[in-house]
């Protein structure tokens, strides 16, 4: 410890500063200032602090520049063989990279980052007679991002040689009662456009359902649609739990002109957030709705009949799709040229032009290479019970009996669904001339 000493010159001293008229003797051993010490510590953390400040700005700089260059894209493919039908069970690849497989409408979706300016090799091939049938293709990324912020890029390739690999089915005439393969609807001579919709959904107090809701309005409204409470056009998005499981499924139901009755109705699996699952359920709403369009003769050409395109984006029409007349003619769209043109166009539009043609719901004709089956209900029979299978409605035939749609010979997911609970789900095993029994538990012990 110092000692307090004053010092010999005093009256010197005081000339100059009274302060320096003491001093302390230190202590004889070895001691650092602590201001030294203080210092070199806030000189560490300060250039540690700047260093990571420093890292982490460049960090963000690169991520921020890298989703420039680089952001993600939404791909939709779709592959047709040579008669225009879907082909499914594609393989899908970019380079040596697998990317999926398409599927039961030949379809391929995915986000994937892609370069602005470049182009992205897509390669698909599907085995057909023990060779494989391989298409390549390069598609283009646009030099910029679209001013909506969402880069879709959408192609349809023809995968030549491949028509064996799905069935065609012949086009009939059906009455709307029958219920065979190709069961129809007589539509009106101008059917209602669903330019406008609203989208709702009963349940309250569900944020994630109410979020897919307004992402479904946010896109569908980008896509051309006009929401608006006082549209003929309904549609409810309900999340279904299941019962004992944090699983839970999203079920749309379509309602035209108030009617309590939907016309039709889908199970998605939700896709990770909002905006996926909102994507995802307007592209299964496009495979369901019975969308009109209109098609005029070629005055040069009097066997050619154009189809003319909706103005709405939603409703764009590909080749292969299956299609229904006024008078219930059923039919199919080709690709001519730069457009679309329907097949036999005399039965179609009998000396009339223009005509309106029906794009048809694959609740009602099924997607491509499945085949009409039923199954029987077990257990209790109530109203207010829906059934799915692959996420089609399967429609009550009466006597406990469904019909729906099913690949012949392989099993497919099966689900009850009574109320805003999945009260049954399991696999369906499908063989011919088999009935698969759904046996589903009575509402009393499905609420335990």
Same mark, same amino acid.
């Not at 100059?16 to 003797?25: E, G, M, R, T």
């Not at 520049?65 to 082909?87: H, Q, W």
């Not at 919709?197 to 569900?206: E, L, N, R």
């Not at 209900?377 to 799915?388: K, N, P, V």
């Given at each position: 410890? $110092?000692? *307090?000493? &004053? #010092?010999?010159?005093? +009256? !010197?001293?005081? @000339?100059?500063?009274?302060y320096?008229?003491?001093?302390?003797?230190?202590?004889?051993?070895?001691?650092?200032?602590?201001?030294?010490v203080v210092?070199?510590?806030?000189?560490?953390?300060?250039?540690?602090?700047?260093?990571?400040?420093?890292?982490?700005?460049?960090?963000?700089?690169?991520?921020?520049?890298?989703?420039?260059?680089?952001?993600?894209?939404?791909?939709?493919v779709?592959?047709?063989?040579?008669?225009?039908?879907?082909?499914?069970?594609?393989?899908?690849?970019?380079?040596?990279?697998?990317?999926?497989?398409?599927?039961?409408?030949?379809?391929w979706?995915?986000?994937?980052?892609?370069?602005?300016?470049?182009?992205?090799?897509?390669?698909?091939?599907?085995?057909?007679?023990g060779?494989?049938?391989?298409?390549?293709?390069?598609?283009?990324?646009?030099?910029?991002?679209?001013?909506? $912020?969402? *880069?879709? &890029? #959408?192609?349809?390739? +023809? !995968?030549?040689? @491949?028509?064996?690999?799905?069935?065609?089915?012949?086009?009939?005439?059906?009455?709307?009662?029958?219920?065979?393969?190709?069961?129809?609807?007589?539509?009106?001579?101008?059917?209602?456009?669903?330019?406008?919709?609203?989208i709702?959904?009963?349940?309250?107090?569900?944020?994630?359902?109410?979020?897919?809701?307004e992402?479904?309005?946010?896109?569908?409204?980008?896509?051309?649609?006009?929401?608006?409470?006082?549209?003929?056009?309904?549609?409810?998005?309900?999340?279904?739990?299941?019962?004992?499981?944090s699983?839970?499924?999203?079920?749309?139901?379509?309602?035209?002109?108030?009617?309590?009755?939907?016309?039709?109705?889908?199970?998605?699996?939700?896709?990770?957030?909002a905006?996926?699952?909102?994507?995802?359920?307007?592209?299964?709403?496009?495979?369901?709705?019975?969308?009109?369009?209109?098609?005029?003769?070629?005055?040069?050409?009097?066997?050619?009949?154009?189809?003319?395109?909706?103005?709405?984006?939603?409703?764009?029409?590909?080749?292969?799709?299956?299609?229904?007349?006024?008078?219930?003619?059923?039919?199919?769209?080709?690709?001519?040229?730069?457009?679309?043109?329907?097949?036999s166009?005399?039965?179609?539009?009998?000396?009339?032009?223009p005509?309106?043609?029906?794009?048809?719901?694959?609740?009602?004709?099924?997607?491509?290479g499945?085949?009409?089956?039923?199954?029987?209900?077990?257990?209790?029979?109530?109203?207010?019970?829906?059934?799915?299978?692959?996420?089609?409605?399967?429609?009550?035939?009466?006597?406990?009996?469904?019909?729906?749609?099913?690949?012949?010979?392989?099993?497919?997911?099966?689900?009850?669904?009574?109320?805003?609970?999945?009260?049954?789900?399991?696999?369906?095993?499908?063989?011919?001339?088999?009935?698969p029994?759904?046996?589903?538990?009575?509402?009393?012990?499905?609420?335990?």
């Amino acid at each position: 410890m $110092g000692v *307090l000493k &004053i #010092k010999d010159d005093a +009256r !010197l001293t005081l @000339a100059k500063d009274p302060y320096d008229l003491f001093s302390i003797d230190e202590d004889s051993r070895t001691r650092y200032p602590l201001n030294r010490v203080v210092s070199f510590i806030l000189g560490f953390t300060v250039t540690a602090v700047s260093l990571g400040t420093a890292a982490l700005f460049a960090y963000n700089y690169y991520n921020a520049k890298e989703a420039l260059n680089s952001p993600m894209a939404y791909f939709e493919v779709r592959t047709i063989d040579d008669s225009g039908r879907p082909v499914v069970g594609a393989y899908v690849k970019t380079g040596n990279t697998p990317l999926g497989v398409t599927d039961s409408f030949g379809e391929w979706r995915k986000y994937t980052r892609v370069t602005l300016g470049s182009t992205f090799p897509l390669s698909i091939s599907k085995k057909v007679d023990g060779r494989d049938v391989v298409i390549t293709k390069n598609l283009v990324v646009p030099d910029k991002m679209p001013s909506d $912020g969402e *880069l879709e &890029i #959408k192609s349809s390739l +023809r !995968l030549a040689g @491949a028509q064996n690999a799905v069935a065609p089915k012949p086009l009939s005439v059906a009455s709307s009662s029958d219920t065979s393969n190709h069961s129809i609807t007589v539509v009106s001579e101008r059917p209602f456009l669903r330019d406008s919709v609203w989208i709702t959904s009963p349940q309250v107090g569900s944020g994630d359902v109410h979020a897919i809701v307004e992402m479904m309005k946010k896109r569908g409204g980008e896509l051309g649609l006009k929401m608006t409470d006082q549209s003929p056009w309904r549609i409810e998005i309900t999340e279904l739990s299941i019962i004992g499981q944090s699983t839970h499924l999203v079920r749309l139901k379509s309602f035209l002109n108030g009617s309590s009755v939907p016309e039709f109705s889908f199970l998605r699996v939700p896709q990770g957030d909002a905006l996926k699952t909102a994507r995802d359920m307007l592209w299964a709403l496009t495979k369901h709705t019975s969308y009109p369009y209109e098609v005029v003769q070629n005055q040069s050409r009097e066997s050619l009949w154009h189809i003319k395109g909706s103005p709405i984006k939603l409703w764009s029409l590909s080749a292969g799709r299956d299609i229904v007349s006024t008078a219930g003619v059923l039919g199919g769209v080709t690709a001519h040229g730069q457009g679309l043109a329907i097949e036999s166009p005399s039965a179609l539009c009998p000396a009339k032009s223009p005509c309106y043609i029906l794009a048809r719901s694959f609740e009602d004709v099924g997607a491509q290479g499945l085949i009409k089956k039923e199954l029987i209900l077990s257990g209790q029979e109530t109203t207010d019970l829906d059934i799915y299978v692959s996420g089609f409605r399967a429609k009550p035939l009466g006597n406990k009996l469904y019909s729906y749609w099913a690949n012949e010979g392989q099993s497919a997911m099966a689900t009850a669904v009574r109320g805003q609970k999945i009260v049954w789900r399991g696999t369906l095993k499908s063989a011919p001339g088999m009935r698969p029994t759904v046996t589903v538990p009575s509402p009393a012990l499905s609420r335990r």
